[in-house]
């Protein structure tokens, strides 16, 4: 599953991350041009402002109808005359002011018939009716159909296509609209209808008066030619910034993308070399020219891939050296038995017999202190670490020393400097440890009777304890190597086999794991003789 997983990665031409920040950008700039397209307000705005000025040219072509286009019809009685439309006269004037206007010009009568229309023509059998033509279309391409298919989507949304329709009943009456019904009763009105074949017909519709008389209602109105094309030169406008501002954005993307996703595959290309060849030491890129989380994952990787790799370093030594110092006892073991089957004298036998046990017991020692060593980096990485009283702890050990100390052993002394309490944040245990180990490495090298002096002191912001012993010192450039695992530089006359080596280079490792140094010195008299070593040990205490 992990390795068609790997195949599937390697397989993919175009990074997810890449389309994600794509799709994201891209997404939000559609939705963004969406609403702007579609203009619901800025057509509304300019209806608005068309029903206003189709109502002024009503105004005036009403007026104009009050002073010229009055007949007097005969009195009822001698001496009065009732006032009307004379339509011949109106006809005349409509049909010239419309064609200026660019408008249609109807006029009803006070009793709500059809008295005038400016598209229809007198004819000696009856009228013509004119029909405009819509003009040849300059727009019919990309710009149109868009404009078309954004006219149709917003007629999808709820409320946007809720326009009563245009219908022309013949013949037609003030009541098949309601703005004339208004303008009869002496208000001035206004409506928008859809129409299948214009788009939409405004009208506007004011009352034509004579000295506060209501004669008639006019009726003007016009298809939405004008209002369209002003929304397609905005569309229009919006589409090009559109489509700069989208290239823009994709280029925006693919860079960013490009600044994340493929350093990203090229750390996990390089992880996977290291999981698939862990023989070979392959390098981390490096990206420490980036000052953000990529370049700090990079060098977060590369201090882990070069970890693993000192750790994996570590083991190999180590398991050489384990090697090396279990195969000097069993050689030793392997030579005695072999002797020992042939010795027939009681006393030699005795004698490859103590070498055996010394041998097995070496063994044993051997093997418990390299478990221990094993076992620390673990037990270090789980164990909780807490406050700990540095100058305490060293005060019970030269107490517990002083209990079980023998004649002629060397002494263990607190210096009076230590008194102070002096805390850390460590493992009390590990610690404990270090400090007697580096006591008993004293011991083991300090004359009969000698002094081993423990100080502990504050030094820049850490703790400072050191161990100085009266023995022959530490050779001249042997400072450093006497903390490698196995180094087994030991006192003349002492019993081989005892120490395994291990124990400085564990209490290096602990000091190390707690964020302190371990190191060694000789102590020099003021004519420069070794009169002892001193191991100083270094915690911090923040």
């Not at 890449?18 to 702007?36: F, P, Q, S």
């Not at 954004?150 to 946007?160: L, M, Q």
């Not at 990529?294 to 370093?313: H, K, P, S, V, Y």
């Not at 805390?423 to 590990?430: K, L, P, S, T, Y």
Request: net charge negative; charged share 25%; with cysteine.
């Amino acid at each position: 599953m992990n390795a068609k997983m790997r195949r599937r990665r390697r397989g993919r031409a175009v990074s997810p991350i890449t389309l994600r920040i794509l799709a994201v950008n891209v997404l939000a700039l559609a939705i963004l041009l969406a609403g702007i397209l579609y203009l619901d307000e800025y057509r509304r705005s300019l209806i608005e402002s068309e029903l206003a000025a189709l109502g002024v040219q009503a105004e005036l072509f009403a007026a104009a109808l009050g002073e010229g286009a009055i007949d007097l019809a005969p009195a009822a009685t001698e001496g009065e005359g009732t006032e009307r439309l004379a339509p011949e006269a109106a006809r005349q004037i409509l049909r010239r002011m419309a064609e200026t206007s660019g408008t249609r010009a109807r006029l009803f009568a006070g009793d709500g018939g059809l008295l005038v229309d400016s598209r229809e023509l007198a004819a000696p059998t009856g009228s013509v009716e004119i029909e405009e033509l819509p003009p040849p279309r300059a727009d019919t391409g990309f710009a149109h159909a868009l404009s078309e298919l954004f006219d149709r989507a917003v007629n999808w949304i709820p409320g946007t296509g809720d326009m009563p329709p245009y219908r022309e009943n013949a013949p037609q009456a003030a009541s098949d609209y309601d703005e004339v019904v208004q303008a009869l009763g002496g208000e001035a009105a206004g409506a928008a209808r859809s129409d299948a074949r214009a788009g939409m017909i405004i009208s506007a519709s004011v009352p034509v008066q004579r000295y506060k008389r209501v004669l008639g209602a006019l009726m003007l109105s016009k298809d939405s030619r004008d209002i369209e094309a002003a929304l397609l030169d905005v569309r229009v406008g919006i589409v090009e910034v559109f489509a700069v501002v989208l290239g823009v954005t994709v280029l925006l993307s693919l860079y960013l993308a490009g600044t994340i996703a493929r350093p990203i595959r090229r750390l996990a290309a390089a992880a996977e070399r290291v999981r698939a060849q862990p023989k070979h030491r392959h390098a981390i890129p490096d990206f420490a020219h980036r000052d953000d989380e990529i370049g700090e994952l990079a060098d977060a990787l590369r201090d882990m891939t070069e970890a693993l790799w000192q750790r994996m370093d570590a083991i190999e030594r180590f398991a050489a050296d384990v090697a090396h110092e279990i195969k000097n006892p069993l050689t030793s073991l392997r030579s005695a038995v072999e002797t020992a089957a042939r010795v027939t004298d009681a006393d030699q036998r005795r004698r490859l017999f103590a070498i055996i046990l010394d041998d097995v017991q070496r063994l044993d020692r051997l093997i418990t202190d390299i478990s221990h060593a094993s076992r620390l980096d673990a037990e270090l990485s789980r164990a909780e670490t807490g406050p700990v009283d540095v100058a305490g702890m060293l005060a019970t050990l030269v107490a517990v020393h002083g209990t079980t100390i023998c004649e002629g052993a060397p002494r263990l002394r607190l210096a009076s400097e230590s008194c102070g309490g002096f805390v850390v944040n460590g493992i009390e245990g590990r610690l404990v440890q270090v400090f007697r180990n580096l006591i008993a490495n004293a011991d083991s090298f300090s004359p009969p009777g000698g002094l081993i002096t423990l100080d502990a002191r504050k030094e820049y912001g850490a703790v400072t304890v050191r161990v100085e012993d009266e023995g022959p010192g530490i050779p001249d450039g042997k400072e450093d190597a006497i903390f490698e695992r196995f180094y087994s530089e030991r006192p003349s006359g002492e019993k081989f086999g005892i120490h395994s080596g291990l124990g400085l280079s564990i209490s290096k490792q602990i000091v190390a794991s707690h964020g302190g140094t371990l190191t060694a010195e000789n102590i020099r008299d003021d004519s420069g003789h070794v009169r002892g070593a001193r191991f100083t040990v270094r915690l911090p205490t923040d």
